[in-house]
């Protein structure tokens, strides 16, 4: 059983920074594709950032330069750290996984069989 845990998530002031982790058990992440994605109150799910198999990384234009996603092959968890944030930031943050292998460029648009529970991020003075 798939199992993926987010946490990190909270209130932060425009400018800061937070750094979300996703633990997952019963699927190792460096055998799939991994991804963080959000959905802002009234809007679609979107993709924000993503790892491929071949360890690309990609990130929707947005938060190009602000933020990063990494992993820790040893303890099986996935990070999304995310610096100057701004309110538009806002929203639910999700981590999932899929077993397939995606070209890198399209693994923000490609469904995900595993999904964590989501993680509340939330930027506001």
């Known amino acids: 059983q798939v199992q993926l845990v987010e946490s990190g998530g909270g209130l932060v002031q425009p400018g800061g920074s937070l750094r979300l982790s996703c633990a997952a058990s019963g699927f190792t992440l460096r055998s799939g594709t991994i991804g963080w994605f959000r959905q802002a109150p009234g809007k679609e799910r979107e993709g924000v950032s993503c790892?491929?198999?071949?360890?690309?990384?990609l990130h929707t234009d947005s938060v190009k330069g602000r933020f990063t996603i990494s992993t820790d092959n040893a303890n099986n968890t996935m990070f999304l750290q995310m610096n100057t944030l701004i309110p538009e930031d806002t929203g639910v943050y999700s981590c999932?996984?899929?077993?397939?292998?995606?070209?890198?460029?399209?693994?923000?648009?490609?469904?995900?069989?595993?999904w964590g529970q989501g993680t509340q991020v939330t930027v506001s003075a």
């Open positions: 790892i491929s198999t071949s360890g690309h990384t």
């Open positions: 999932a996984v899929s077993p397939f292998t995606f070209p890198h460029s399209t693994c923000l648009d490609q469904p995900y069989r595993y």
